[in-house]
T-cell receptor, first 115, second 113 residues
Framework: EPEVTQTPSHQVTQMGQEVILRCVPI?????FYWYRQILGQKVEFLVS????????KSEIFDDQFSVERPDGSNFTLKIRSTKLEDSAMYFC?????????????FGPGTRLTVL | KNEVEQSPQNLTAQEGEFITINCSYS?????LHWLQQHPGGGIVSLFM???GKKKHGRLIATINIQEKHSSLHITASHPRDSAVYIC???????????????FGQGTILTVHP
């Protein structure tokens, strides 16, 4: 069964460093998302991406964050200069079509630890 | 902004018991999702619904749009059902909905043998 994959599973970095989290969505999916979950808190929406541009972003998704689909398969989240409060689990998700009434398929997550 | 509240926050059951987890939301939605999060952190979609009821195996999800309320039921619970169950909604913003999900805080379910 097709699935969303994410690498790495765990990333440890020093504050101020840049990190790139990678996702491979399901191959025929067109709409991509990043969410994050700080330990013990709710999952929060970061950004959605369709047709090579951001569709929607949250207040969390400031200038330190960027997303890219560098080729036909990968979808990346870059954090330019990490802060301690960026430590969280980051989930990528994808859906077949854009819009709200479409099931989203989640990757296993990348645990980011900022020291 | 949609607020999503789940109850209970923690639920402990004996194997075989019937379980209900509730979810309420504050504004109109396009769809409601029930998700399962395993101890390792991965999230699996269980149901997506916008009206009525859906059933998959021992899991049943219902939604009442007028009351802005949904329930997830597990019949004949089993220790392998132990996980965090999360309700999430996709809202309609000014007639356009992009699919972003707003999540509840999750219900931690533990089923003892």
């Amino acid at each position: 069964e097709p699935e969303v994959t994410q690498t790495p599973s765990h990333q440890v970095t020093q504050m101020g460093q840049e990190v790139i989290l990678r996702c491979v969505p399901i191959s025929n999916h067109l709409y991509f998302y990043w969410y994050r979950q700080i330990l013990g808190q709710k999952v929060e929406f970061l950004v959605s991406f369709y047709n090579n541009e951001i569709s929607e972003k949250s207040e969390i998704f400031d200038d330190q964050f960027s997303v890219e689909r560098p080729d036909g398969s990968n979808f990346t989240l870059k954090i330019r200069s990490t802060k301690l409060e960026d430590s969280a689990m980051y989930f990528c998700a994808s859906s077949v079509r854009p819009g709200s009434y479409n099931e989203q398929f989640f990757g296993p997550g990348t645990r980011l630890t900022v020291l | 902004k949609n607020e999503v509240e789940q109850s209970p926050q923690n639920l402990t059951a004996q194997e075989g018991e019937f379980i209900t987890i509730n979810c309420s939301y504050s504004v109109g939605i396009s769809a409601l999702h029930w998700l399962q999060q395993h101890p390792g952190g991965g999230i699996v979609s269980l149901f997506m619904l916008s009206s009525g009821k859906k059933k998959h195996g021992r899991l049943i999800a219902t939604i009442n749009i007028q009351e802005k309320h949904s329930s997830l039921h597990i019949t004949a619970s089993h220790p392998r059902d132990s996980a965090v169950y999360i309700c999430a909604v996709s809202s309609v913003d000014g007639g356009t909905s992009y699919g972003k999900l707003t999540f509840g805080q999750g219900t931690i379910l533990t089923v003892h043998p």
